[in-house]
């Protein structure tokens, strides 16, 4: 938290603090991303996470007045963000995909997949247009580069009868995700291994994969925000162009999928490059709200029928 003691007397409701941190925000420049794409949703997601509040109801609070306490943890979280430039989902340990909440501190990166908004939305199972129609057809699951966890255990949700794997190279980042398993009650279904991507798995099979894995290039990695190079480093680099992991992950899927399995992966602006790597493959691509192009779906016949090199 900043050292600063910031002015908040003339503060007294919600909205005096929405409005004075989207100033300071917008001021600041800060940088977003991390689940907001603007200083005023930041602003939002602060005071609302910040009072323990539900933080997709704002208008019911606008102008509810402010415990002395309050204002001055308020306060110290704005000034935090600015000076910091942390995102805030680590200042406040909290982060959403939709609204399934999970612990977060720096040792994962912030959840913000576009594969959560696919689990939840039905473009992945539940009807007749799904990638898979029938949730009760996938028994195992597998989660690469899990990170926090929260691909896994919106898996579990989406296939209520399967178990997850859910692999990761750091041990720090499984500690997160543990808890984040004990929080939703998930210990009997989600498994967490550490290991280099399908290292540690032996001969399983799973009728899906999902993977949000690390795919900035190294021209990024040098240009990132603040914001992000609080984020650890393994978790986000991957090469010169991005794909390293990717190509891994192409290379030996097919090896871990059922006949009737598949592959969903999320590679951020690299869906050109990959088409022109991989041109006998064909990939799916999902739009979601937020996003165009950036998760593709590969059958396992696919990948077995072009395996990758």
Same mark, same amino acid.
């Given at each position: 938290?900043?050292?600063? *003691?910031?002015? %908040?007397?003339?503060?007294?409701?919600?909205?005096?603090?929405?409005?004075?941190?989207?100033?300071?925000?917008? *001021?600041?420049?800060?940088?977003? $991303?991390? $689940?907001?794409?603007?200083?005023?949703?930041?602003?939002?997601?602060?005071?609302?996470?910040?009072?323990?509040?539900?933080?997709?109801? =704002?208008?019911?609070?606008?102008?509810?007045?402010?415990? &002395?306490?309050?204002?001055?943890?308020? @306060?110290?979280?704005?000034?935090?963000?600015?000076?910091?430039? &942390?995102?805030?989902?680590?200042?406040?340990?909290?982060?959403? +995909?939709?609204?399934?909440?999970?612990?977060?501190?720096?040792?994962?990166?912030?959840?913000?997949?576009?594969?959560?908004?696919?689990?939840?939305? @039905?473009?992945?199972? $539940?009807?007749?247009?799904? =990638?898979?129609?029938?949730?009760?057809?996938?028994?195992?699951?597998?989660?690469?580069? %899990? !990170?926090?966890?929260?691909?896994?255990?919106?898996?579990?949700?989406?296939?209520?009868?399967?178990?997850?794997?859910?692999?990761?190279?750091?041990?720090?980042?499984?500690?997160?995700?543990?808890?984040?398993?004990?929080?939703?009650?998930?210990?009997?279904?989600?498994?967490?291994?550490?290991?280099?991507?399908?290292?540690?798995?032996?001969?399983?099979?799973?009728?899906?994969? +999902?993977?949000?894995?690390?795919?900035?290039?190294?021209?990024?990695?040098?240009?990132?925000?603040?914001?992000?190079?609080?984020?650890?480093?393994?978790?986000?680099?991957?090469?010169?162009?991005? =794909?390293?992991?990717?190509?891994?992950?192409?290379? *030996?899927?097919?090896?871990?999928?059922?006949?009737? !399995? $598949?592959?969903?992966?999320?590679?951020?602006? !690299?869906? *050109?490059?990959?088409?022109?790597?991989?041109?006998?493959?064909?990939?799916?691509?999902?739009?979601?709200?937020?996003?165009?192009?950036?998760?593709?779906?590969?059958?396992?016949?696919?990948?077995?029928?072009?395996?990758?090199?």
């Amino acid at each position: 938290m900043s050292n600063k *003691e910031p002015d %908040t007397h003339d503060l007294k409701t919600v909205r005096d603090f929405l409005r004075y941190a989207t100033s300071r925000f917008t *001021e600041a420049k800060l940088a977003y $991303g991390h $689940g907001t794409t603007n200083a005023f949703d930041e602003a939002a997601f602060m005071v609302l996470e910040g009072l323990h509040l539900p933080i997709d109801r =704002l208008e019911p609070f606008l102008e509810a007045r402010l415990t &002395k306490a309050e204002r001055t943890r308020l @306060g110290e979280l704005i000034e935090a963000r600015i000076e910091t430039r &942390k995102p805030a989902s680590y200042l406040l340990q909290r982060a959403y +995909i939709g609204s399934v909440g999970f612990y977060v501190d720096e040792r994962v990166l912030v959840p913000r997949s576009f594969i959560g908004e696919l689990l939840q939305s @039905g473009a992945v199972t $539940g009807n007749d247009d799904s =990638l898979i129609a029938d949730p009760g057809t996938v028994n195992r699951a597998l989660d690469l580069c %899990t !990170g926090s966890g929260c691909l896994a255990i919106l898996a579990a949700m989406a296939f209520p009868g399967a178990n997850v794997d859910a692999v990761d190279l750091s041990p720090e980042a499984l500690e997160v995700a543990q808890q984040n398993v004990v929080e939703h009650m998930m210990q009997d279904r989600i498994e967490l291994l550490q290991g280099d991507l399908f290292v540690p798995l032996a001969e399983r099979r799973y009728d899906l994969i +999902i993977s949000n894995p690390p795919y900035v290039d190294a021209p990024a990695m040098v240009k990132l925000p603040p914001e992000y190079q609080h984020e650890p480093a393994l978790a986000l680099a991957s090469g010169d162009d991005g =794909l390293d992991i990717v190509r891994r992950i192409l290379a *030996e899927a097919s090896q871990y999928l059922t006949d009737s !399995g $598949g592959l969903l992966c999320e590679i951020g602006r !690299g869906r *050109e490059l990959l088409s022109e790597a991989f041109p006998a493959l064909d990939f799916h691509w999902l739009d979601t709200e937020e996003s165009a192009g950036e998760v593709f779906w590969l059958s396992a016949r696919a990948l077995k029928r072009h395996k990758p090199a």
